[in-house]
């Protein structure tokens, strides 16, 4: 007797907002033999995945390694670790994620000052300076793509002004990574996390993370190495203690140098994903693959506006790799999720808070920013929609959609010339 049946999910294309199909490149880099964690081979491994982090993240940032969580976790890293009992924290929230920074922020005892825009808008850097102004906090945390909103909030003034008042600044970009730009170095930001599961193209596991000088003082001013593995030459910082010992990334940051300072055992086949996923980036290069990810989110929501639908936010703020759209009027937008998973096997993503039944959100990102993809979703939703006695327009999502694609492979044909 079976104890229970063949592991045998059902064939999906993952069209919401994450997590997506992961490239079979990294399934099957995750497939390869184990070695043990301290082996030269193993630790060779690590090196070259900061190395290749480091492209990702375009950084110079010595200390660019994974954590070993889901994104949350790396976010969690960052933050128990940069903010002291005490210390302001300024979170500019112009959706879900930034409430979770906060709520992360408070757990650490930060002294939190949030800042909130309209769900659909992203903050103006004079905002978000006047803020630092007034309340000169110690670390402001901010998401570059927050999901729930399919906003992308411009960075590359925000470190500066951090910078002036002497603030770290910590940018959550476990939606954007890979698929819109990001300049870590350029715009001066001192930590950034992400995750695998949107534009990386690999599943959920694993969150690369990188920290700056500035950061990395402040952190390794509250070193204090656990006992039992702790040598009289492992002095502690005068900082207060770290409240996690999982996510003291003072202790990450010596198990991912040349000390090899055992920490937890590093995620053999999670750092495998994780290094095939930037690979695979690194390998297209990151303008292309963010191009990639442009083409396909217009094509994606010209596509979508050509049905008659209307996108939700600031359309010269939205993410490159998802849309938020409208619902239309008496159309059961659960009962259309649930005809296109059951029927067409494709998955869009509901919403949450204030969007909640108003929005469905599609995303185009990692493997699946493609053509086929956006053509095959456009053409299921459109036939779903008319089941449903939507009214919209037949016919023209699809030859929309493509007219982006076109116009997108004519002007690289040209360049090549
Ligand atoms: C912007 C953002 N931050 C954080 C997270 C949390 O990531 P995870 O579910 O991998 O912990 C998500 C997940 O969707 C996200 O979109």
Same mark, same amino acid.
């Given at each position: 007797?079976?104890?229970?049946?063949?592991?045998?999910?059902?064939?999906?294309? *993952? #069209?919401?907002?994450?997590?997506?199909?992961?490239?079979?490149?990294?399934?099957?880099?995750? /497939? =390869?033999?184990?070695?043990?964690?301290?082996?030269?081979?193993? =630790? /060779?491994?690590?090196?070259?995945?900061?190395?290749?982090?480091? !492209?990702?993240?375009?950084?110079?940032?010595?200390? =660019?390694?994974? @954590?070993?969580?889901?994104?949350?976790?790396?976010? +969690?890293?960052?933050? @128990?670790?940069?903010?002291?009992?005490?210390?302001?924290?300024?979170?500019?929230?112009?959706?879900?994620?930034?409430?979770?920074?906060?709520?992360? %922020?408070?757990?650490?005892?930060?002294?939190?000052? +949030?800042?909130?825009?309209?769900?659909?808008?992203?903050?103006?850097?004079?905002?978000?300076?006047?803020?630092?102004?007034?309340?000169?906090?110690?670390?402001?945390?901010?998401?570059?793509?927050?999901?729930?909103?399919?906003?992308?909030?411009?960075?590359?003034?925000?470190?500066?002004?951090?910078?002036?008042?002497?603030? *770290?600044?910590?940018?959550?970009?476990?939606?954007?990574?890979?698929?819109?730009? *990001?300049? =870590?170095?350029?715009?001066?930001?001192?930590?950034?996390?992400?995750?695998?599961?949107?534009?990386?193209?690999?599943?959920?596991?694993?969150?690369?993370?990188? &920290?700056?000088?500035?950061?990395?003082?402040?952190?390794?001013?509250?070193?204090?190495?656990?006992?039992?593995? /702790?040598?009289?030459?492992?002095?502690?910082?005068?900082?207060?203690?770290?409240?996690?010992?999982?996510?003291?990334?003072?202790?990450?940051?010596?198990?991912?140098? +040349?000390?090899?300072?055992?920490?937890?055992?590093? %995620?053999?086949?999670?750092?495998?994903?994780?290094?095939?996923?930037?690979?695979?980036?690194?390998?297209?290069?990151?303008?292309?693959?963010?191009?990639?990810?442009?083409?396909?989110? !217009?094509?994606?929501?010209?596509?979508? !506006?050509? #049905?008659?639908?209307?996108?939700?936010?600031?359309?010269?703020?939205?993410?490159?790799?998802?849309?938020?759209?409208?619902?239309?009027?008496?159309?059961?937008?659960?009962? @259309?999720?649930?005809?296109?998973?059951?029927?067409?096997?494709?998955?869009?993503?509901?919403?949450?808070?204030?969007?909640?039944?108003?929005?469905?959100? &599609?995303?185009?990102?990692?493997?699946?920013?493609? $053509?086929?993809?956006?053509?095959?979703?456009?053409?299921?939703? +459109?036939?779903?929609?008319?089941?449903?006695?939507? $009214?919209?327009?037949?016919?023209?999502?699809?030859?929309?959609?493509?007219?982006?694609?076109?116009?997108?492979?004519?002007?690289?044909?040209?360049?090549?010339?």
């Amino acid at each position: 007797m079976q104890a229970a049946p063949d592991l045998n999910p059902p064939a999906r294309l *993952l #069209m919401g907002p994450g997590p997506i199909n992961a490239d079979p490149r990294v399934l099957r880099a995750m /497939a =390869t033999p184990l070695v043990g964690q301290f082996d030269p081979s193993m =630790t /060779a491994l690590m090196g070259e995945t900061m190395a290749l982090y480091r !492209e990702v993240f375009r950084t110079a940032n010595r200390w =660019t390694l994974l @954590v070993d969580a889901t994104a949350r976790g790396g976010i +969690e890293a960052a933050l @128990v670790s940069m903010i002291e009992p005490g210390d302001r924290v300024l979170v500019p929230i112009f959706g879900r994620f930034g409430h979770l920074l906060s709520e992360i %922020a408070r757990r650490c005892e930060g002294d939190v000052v +949030e800042i909130e825009t309209e769900w659909g808008r992203v903050f103006d850097p004079g905002q978000v300076e006047d803020a630092v102004r007034k309340h000169r906090p110690k670390v402001i945390a901010i998401c570059q793509g927050d999901t729930s909103t399919t906003m992308c909030q411009p960075l590359a003034e925000i470190g500066a002004i951090a910078r002036r008042y002497d603030a *770290l600044v910590y940018v959550d970009t476990t939606a954007s990574l890979g698929g819109n730009e *990001l300049r =870590t170095d350029d715009w001066q930001l001192d930590v950034v996390s992400a995750g695998l599961q949107k534009c990386l193209a690999g599943p959920s596991g694993s969150s690369p993370i990188t &920290i700056g000088p500035r950061a990395e003082k402040a952190i390794v001013r509250r070193r204090h190495v656990e006992s039992g593995i /702790a040598t009289p030459a492992d002095r502690r910082g005068p900082g207060a203690r770290i409240r996690s010992n999982y996510f003291d990334l003072a202790m990450i940051m010596d198990y991912w140098s +040349e000390k090899r300072l055992n920490h937890h055992t590093e %995620a053999t086949t999670m750092l495998y994903g994780a290094r095939e996923c930037a690979r695979i980036l690194v390998d297209e290069g990151m303008d292309a693959a963010i191009g990639r990810h442009r083409v396909a989110g !217009e094509a994606m929501a010209e596509g979508l !506006e050509a #049905m008659g639908l209307r996108l939700f936010g600031e359309r010269a703020h939205k993410m490159a790799n998802v849309a938020g759209v409208f619902i239309p009027d008496n159309v059961a937008g659960e009962s @259309v999720r649930a005809s296109l998973l059951a029927d067409f096997g494709i998955e869009i993503g509901t919403s949450f808070g204030p969007l909640a039944g108003k929005i469905w959100r &599609i995303g185009t990102m990692g493997y699946n920013a493609r $053509k086929d993809c956006v053509l095959t979703t456009l053409a299921a939703l +459109e036939s779903v929609l008319l089941v449903h006695g939507a $009214k919209i327009a037949a016919g023209q999502a699809v030859p929309a959609a493509l007219a982006v694609f076109r116009a997108a492979e004519d002007a690289k044909a040209r360049a090549a010339q």
